[in-house]
């Protein structure tokens, strides 16, 4: 069963959700991955553009879980897994809007897992690096303003993504980061956040790009 829907309009997902509880039964699974993305310098994306990203990022996800969590909690049973994005652990440059949803989407992740644990109901975020998808395209990312970190770093296929929500699902973790060096630069900014005032000015940039070009 295949549905258009616009996620940005809450009328439009609770249809949707309405004819696939008709038409498949209790909806246990909810895959939130619907995604847009503007990677850019923050004053060359206008303010469609910010509001926009936050729209398909946040309230597609807020009005997909709206609109099937009820069930699932009178059920005391299903999982919700949000494709959150690496970006979603630590901003760049060029993702000021970008970051901001997903950060978003995580802190609504984190929100909800603590807030439904033991209903029966659990929610994990996934936060995958890169992947080789039709996101990267020249109409929407500078390409030529993304860092090392980026530019260098291996992509991930679907397929390794998939296996990811498939394992939160199943085991229900509370969320995944991937790749490997994703999560290593992931857990660098958090130190970074707290002690940068010690570091060098480009030395926490430097480490990372060669962590990245290391692993490459």
């Given at each position: 069963?295949?549905?258009?829907?616009?996620?940005?309009?809450?009328?439009?997902?609770?249809?949707?959700?309405?004819?696939?509880?008709?038409?498949?039964?209790?909806?246990?699974?909810?895959?939130?991955?619907?995604?847009?993305?503007?990677?850019?310098?923050?004053?060359?994306?206008?303010?469609?553009?910010?509001?926009?990203?936050?729209?398909?990022?946040?309230?597609?996800?807020?009005?997909?879980?709206?609109?099937?969590?009820?069930?699932?909690?009178?059920?005391?049973?299903?999982?919700?897994?949000?494709?959150?994005?690496?970006?979603?652990?630590?901003?760049?440059?060029?993702t000021?809007?970008?970051?901001?949803?997903?950060?978003?989407?995580?802190?609504?992740?984190?929100?909800?897992?603590?807030?439904?644990?033991?209903?029966g109901?659990?929610?994990?975020?996934?936060?995958?690096g890169?992947v080789?998808?039709?996101?990267?395209?020249?109409?929407?990312?500078?390409r030529?303003?993304?860092?090392?970190?980026?530019?260098?770093?291996?992509?991930?296929?679907?397929?390794?993504?998939?296996?990811?929500?498939?394992?939160?699902?199943?085991?229900?973790?509370?969320?995944r980061?991937?790749?490997?060096?994703?999560?290593?630069?992931?857990?660098?900014?958090?130190?970074?956040?707290?002690?940068?005032?010690?570091?060098?000015?480009g030395?926490?940039?430097?480490?990372?790009?060669?962590?990245v070009?290391?692993?490459?």
């Open positions: 069963l295949a549905l258009p829907c616009d996620v940005v309009d809450s009328g439009a997902v609770a249809a949707a959700a309405a004819v696939a509880v008709r038409e498949l039964g209790a909806i246990d699974i909810l895959v939130n991955c619907a995604g847009l993305g503007i990677w850019r310098h923050f004053a060359e994306i206008g303010d469609d553009g910010h509001r926009q990203m936050m729209e398909v990022n946040y309230w597609g996800t807020f009005h997909w879980i709206r609109a099937l969590l009820p069930a699932m909690r009178a059920r005391k049973r299903g999982a919700i897994v949000n494709l959150v994005a690496g970006s979603g652990k630590f901003a760049l440059a060029v000021s809007g970008f970051s901001a949803s997903k950060f978003a989407v995580a802190g609504l992740t984190e929100s909800l897992r603590r807030e439904l644990f033991g209903s109901v659990v929610v994990s975020g996934v936060f995958p890169s080789r998808t039709p996101f990267w395209n020249d109409e929407r990312i500078d030529a303003a993304l860092p090392a970190l980026v530019r260098f770093s291996p992509k991930l296929s679907a397929r390794a993504v998939a296996r990811a929500v498939v394992r939160a699902v199943r085991f229900g973790f509370a969320e980061t991937l790749p490997i060096f994703v999560a290593f630069a992931a857990r660098a900014n958090a130190l970074w956040v707290r002690f940068g005032a010690l570091v060098p000015p030395a926490a940039g430097a480490l990372l790009a060669a962590a070009v290391g692993r490459g």
